[in-house]
């Protein structure tokens, strides 16, 4: 090869190394673009624990911003290490702001220390002066209010992708429903399961209920019942927060009675008239986008948050539903109506030797039996009958013994009074 075609060849291949540079720096380009892409998709919902959704057809909407929760939960001093710990390790930390409602101070919990009482009859009034404190520190900073219990696992993601559909200017609250017709029309909502008020409906609670007795009674002790009482007073709707298939997204129960509970077993359990709409049972009982549980128990919490958050089954992606359109307020305050409960017989105790039977047969216009709503009508923080029946004996009920158990029926002035009438009418039959 002469040296002129020899630099002719030099000269063409430097001009190819060039060409191979810039082509390969347009490839890296293309694919730091793709990837940066494809991470922005991930990212949507990038935090552990922020939420929000974006498919092709929507923005990309920050739910943890757009719909704010407070949180506020009920414990006592005896369960700071117990229970209140470990909803401030899981759910809790989701929330937008997490109290811890007490009587007694917890660094370690930050604790709200209230001027109260402990004990199950101080139920309603620390339930009202937790709202109180809400309102008066915390009104205009979130859109919704979540009350819940220390016992109670609460999906705060499910929580905020169904409050989007609602204003919180509107007069309404959510949760799992029970009736009691000849107190609460429309019905109310179970403690343990929590429920969660918008803005407007705190705002009427203490501005027209709290304080005004004609509205709002300081005296009864039935936490739930008398927070439906309230509500219905100054007209805040109980809202309707079963999914499209009629599953209930708040449950007043613990997972394993809702998904292996078969009604055939117990037709006359409690919880299947005593719930305002239709109880589903085993893997159909809960919506898919369920809000909370009851009754689990501190590290139950944990494994809860690993089976939801972080066990992921391989070759299987979830794809999220569009985020529901925006509800008017006719849209939000219409509401079913209950589902007609047969008449049936009450066991209020499971206990073969002790169990006391209350026979159901005389129906109200709603379906209830009056004798039943009133018998059974007694709440811890959802109802007593929830605490009752989920043992299989007394002895088995949270360590609670049987003389416990019997001194706690004896010091309920109203069930006393309920199970005397029933003693005195037996003996008039006799």
């Not at 030099?10 to 191979?20: A, H, N, P, V």
């Not at 209950?338 to 206990?351: D, G, H």
């Not at 030797?353 to 709503?373: L, P």
Request: aromatic share 12%; hydrophobic share 35%.
């Amino acid at each position: 090869m002469s040296a002129a075609q020899l630099s002719l060849f030099q000269r063409k291949t430097s001009i190819s190394r060039r060409q191979l540079t810039f082509l390969t720096g347009i490839t890296v380009a293309c694919l730091f673009t793709v990837v940066s892409l494809l991470q922005q998709k991930r990212n949507d919902l990038p935090e552990p624990y922020r939420s929000g959704f974006a498919d092709d057809h929507q923005p990309t909407v920050s739910l943890t911003d757009s719909v704010r929760i407070l949180c506020w939960v009920m414990t006592s001093p005896a369960n700071h290490d117990t229970r209140a710990i470990h909803v401030k390790q899981t759910w809790g930390s989701r929330c937008n702001k997490l109290l811890i409602m007490s009587s007694a101070e917890d660094e370690k919990l930050g604790t709200v220390v209230l001027k109260v009482t402990e004990g199950r009859r101080s139920l309603w009034n620390k339930t009202r002066e937790s709202f109180r404190y809400v309102y008066e520190n915390h009104l205009n900073e979130y859109d919704w209010f979540l009350k819940a219990d220390d016992d109670t696992y609460v999906i705060v993601e499910n929580l905020r992708y169904f409050l989007y559909s609602y204003s919180s200017e509107y007069p309404i609250y959510f949760g799992s429903k029970f009736r009691f017709p000849q107190y609460v029309s429309q019905g109310y909502f179970s403690g343990g399961a929590g429920y969660v008020l918008s803005r407007e409906a705190l705002k009427r609670f203490i501005e027209q209920a709290l304080d005004k007795a004609e509205n709002c009674s300081v005296v009864l002790e039935t936490e739930d019942l008398e927070m439906g009482k309230c509500m219905e007073s100054i007209n805040v709707t109980a809202g309707d927060s079963r999914d499209h298939l009629g599953r209930k997204r708040f449950l007043p129960l613990e997972p394993k009675f809702h998904l292996t509970s078969n009604p055939v077993d117990d037709p006359d359990f409690w919880y299947n008239y005593y719930s305002f709409y239709e109880p589903f049972y085993g893997l159909k009982c809960c919506s898919d986008l369920a809000i909370s549980f009851h009754y689990v128990q501190g590290p139950q919490m944990h494994v809860m948050d690993f089976l939801i958050y972080g066990l992921h089954p391989y070759g299987l992606v979830y794809k999220n539903p569009p985020l529901p359109p925006k509800k008017s307020w006719d849209e939000a305050k219409a509401v079913a109506g209950p589902y007609p409960a047969r008449s049936t017989t009450v066991r209020t105790t499971s206990s073969s030797e002790s169990s006391t039977a209350v026979d159901v047969t005389e129906k109200n216009e709603n379906g209830v039996s009056e004798n039943a709503s009133e018998a059974l009508n007694f709440s811890e923080s959802a109802t007593e009958a929830e605490f009752v029946s989920k043992s299989s004996s007394f002895a088995d009920t949270d360590g609670m013994n049987l003389d416990d158990f019997a001194n706690r029926i004896v010091n309920d002035k109203i069930l006393m009074q309920k199970i005397m009438e029933k003693l005195q009418s037996q003996q008039n039959a006799a």
